[in-house]
């Protein structure tokens, strides 16, 4: 009796390309590093646009089996219920600043070494201590005041709806938008610190008392607070940076701040708003071409003006209101080289010029 002592072969089938693999396909474009899946706004795709578009998806683009997921009371993805303006094309969008993930952190990191420059050259060189007490005061009160604005828009506004647009490229704006606002209310903050620490007749501390009881203050907070409860987010877009930055925030910070505070010895105060003008003109073109997108669609452009005519008489009036209510701050600068008048009706002026590039109809509340 004989035993094999030898390993037992194994057969395998040859593998066999048929070139019908993934990958295997070639065309126009297979072996370029650019993408090409989109149309992109100019003859050529830009970096923005690769990182952006159509990044988050959309079933009526690339997703022919509907939403891979949704809520538990039923919507999923990103209904465009999420508010009452239409589009026949949401992603037409394309934001003029072209704001991805590295230029958020590229411009945020100049302007906090800008500020981070000013206010070490300020305690050097000891300029607080050439300021005049009715400065300081208005400083602790009303830039301090300004303060809770703005990080109040940063965390219950745009934070709050930079996910419920329908296109990935307009919830990356808003993002931006909100890293911008929240930025700049730390920057107030870290000022007021230093002015608490070097000068002794600045209060640091007085700024919540003036947002939560000042008359003068009250309806900037109900603005605020009631943009915070605005479902719609592109309501709350348009109630924001069309209507309140325009009546109210450009009024304060570049109407007054901007205007008086070299006549009153300070010029740190000017660097560290004019942050904050730069990042609202920044904010302001991508919203413009958004709002002027829909008021010229081929489809909802006249409904879309109805929507927004109606938005315009709730925001108006309150944003109005919480302008004049303002006033009196005016008067509190030792120097003063403007009028509340003279400020007003520049700032009206810039809404108008806004509302009519937009195509939409002048509130009557202006003529007032």
């Known amino acids: 009796m004989t035993t094999s002592t030898g390993a037992k072969q194994r057969s395998f089938p040859t593998i066999e390309f048929?070139?019908?693999?993934?990958?295997?396909?070639?065309?126009?474009?297979?072996?370029s590093r650019s993408y090409n899946y989109y149309e992109p706004a100019k003859l050529r795709a830009t970096m923005y646009e690769d990182v952006t578009v159509d990044v988050q998806p959309d079933p009526e683009r690339h997703l022919s089996q509907g939403w891979i997921y949704g809520f538990?009371?039923?919507?999923?993805?990103?209904?465009?219920?999420?508010?009452?303006?239409?589009?026949?094309?949401?992603?037409?969008?394309r934001d003029p600043n072209e704001e991805w993930d590295q230029t958020i952190y590229r411009n945020n990191s100049?302007?906090?070494?800008?500020?981070?420059?000013?206010?070490?050259?300020?305690?050097?060189?000891?300029?607080?201590?050439?300021?005049?007490a009715s400065w300081l005061t208005f400083i602790a009160r009303n830039l301090g005041a300004w303060m809770h604005a703005e990080n109040g828009l940063a965390l219950h506004v745009f934070t709050s709806v930079q996910r419920s647009c329908p296109t990935n490229m307009i919830n990356t704006a808003v993002a931006v938008n909100a890293a911008h606002k929240m930025r700049f209310a730390q920057d107030l903050a870290l000022f007021n610190l230093d002015l608490s620490e070097?000068?002794?007749?600045?209060?640091?501390?007085?700024?919540?008392q003036v947002w939560q009881s000042a008359p003068e203050w009250q309806p900037t907070r109900e603005v605020v607070e009631r943009l915070t409860a605005v479902p719609d987010w592109c309501e709350?877009?348009?109630?924001?940076?069309?209507?309140?930055?325009?009546?109210?925030?450009?009024?304060?910070r570049s109407?007054?701040?901007?205007?008086?505070?070299?006549?009153?010895?300070?010029?740190i105060t000017p660097t560290i708003v004019g942050t904050g003008e730069h990042d609202y003109a920044r904010d302001l073109a991508y919203t413009r071409n958004l709002y002027r997108l829909l008021t010229r669609d081929p489809e909802f452009g006249e409904s879309n003006k109805a929507l927004f005519g109606a938005w315009l008489q709730t925001w108006v009036p309150r944003c109005l209101d919480a302008a004049r209510a303002?006033?009196?701050?005016?008067?509190?600068?030792?120097?003063?080289a403007v009028t509340f008048a003279s400020s007003l009706d520049?700032?009206?002026?810039?809404?108008?010029?806004?509302?009519?590039?937009?195509?939409?109809?002048?509130?009557k509340e202006l003529d007032k």
């Open 198 to 208: 070097a000068a002794d007749a600045f209060d640091g501390a007085v700024h919540k």
């Open 18 to 31: 048929t070139d019908s693999e993934a990958g295997a396909l070639e065309f126009p474009g297979s072996r």
């Open 346 to 363: 520049t700032a009206i002026e810039k809404f108008r010029s806004l509302l009519e590039d937009l195509g939409l109809d002048i509130p």
């Open 72 to 93: 538990a009371d039923g919507p999923g993805g990103y209904p465009k219920e999420w508010t009452a303006a239409k589009s026949s094309n949401w992603h037409a969008f």
């Open 236 to 252: 709350l877009l348009f109630g924001a940076n069309i209507v309140f930055e325009q009546l109210v925030g450009s009024l304060f």
């Open 255 to 267: 109407e007054l701040v901007m205007q008086i505070a070299a006549g009153n010895g300070d010029y």
């Open 326 to 336: 303002l006033q009196p701050i005016w008067s509190q600068p030792a120097e003063k």
């Open 110 to 132: 100049k302007v906090v070494h800008q500020v981070d420059l000013c206010l070490a050259n300020a305690k050097r060189a000891r300029v607080y201590d050439g300021w005049n």
